[in-house]
């Protein structure tokens, strides 16, 4: 089995506060860049501060979900057995940013690093075109893609790469050392997503 990826789909109201809360950051004159932390080839990135997760009380609902993530990460990796059982399982929040692409921007490949867990919701995902619509070419256009490093092409059951094509309210969440990447698209369109990374914590004890 290859690295867990999560998909998960954003309550209506998470998402209609995440949404105004990231249009809100991007109109403020005082919004704190966050490019410099990140790899992408992308101008509009810009933190979204701990405080105002905590105002909106979002800050336990994705502390939340990243625990959901990690006991299924451990149940399908068999972390925990007869001999042992989670007593405690602890979430930070690490960072949180904001990241609005527009026409020929992209994520170079790359992974997360100085945490555990990396996260990408989309909130805005309107529809994108391939640079020059090749005819039999794969529409990939604004894709996320997630590459298995630790996987030989051929000599494993693991898929190397696995690609998909984000929707409005998706939210995702990888081991931070997935390497993935964002492919570009060809339009005047405007998507709007937010990512976050997380550190976790857990006590086991051993069965006698």
Known sequence: MGPVISKYILP???LKKMTNISEDILKSKD????????AGQIDSE???PEDILIKENLLDYFK??????????????????????????????????????FKHEYNPVHWHENCSIS????????????NGNIPGKKDQAGNITFINRSTNPGQSFELPL?????????????????????????????????????????NVKFLS
């Open 31 to 38: 919004k704190k860049r966050w490019g410099y932390h990140l």
């Open 46 to 48: 810009y933190l979204i």
């Open 64 to 101: 939340l979900i990243v625990k959901c993530y990690l006991r299924d990460y451990m149940d399908r990796s068999h972390c925990t057995n007869v001999n042992t059982k989670v007593l405690q399982l602890e979430v930070d929040l690490n960072s949180m940013w904001i990241v609005e692409q």
């Open 12 to 14: 209506k109201t998470i």
């Open 119 to 130: 996260s990408v919701m989309y909130l805005k995902t309107p529809r994108m075109k391939n």
């Open 162 to 202: 696995f690609s998909l094509k984000p929707k409005k309210g998706d939210i995702y969440i990888f081991p931070s050392s997935m390497a993935h990447t964002v492919y570009p698209f060809d339009n005047d369109v405007r998507r709007l997503s937010v990512s976050f990374n997380a550190d976790h914590h857990t």
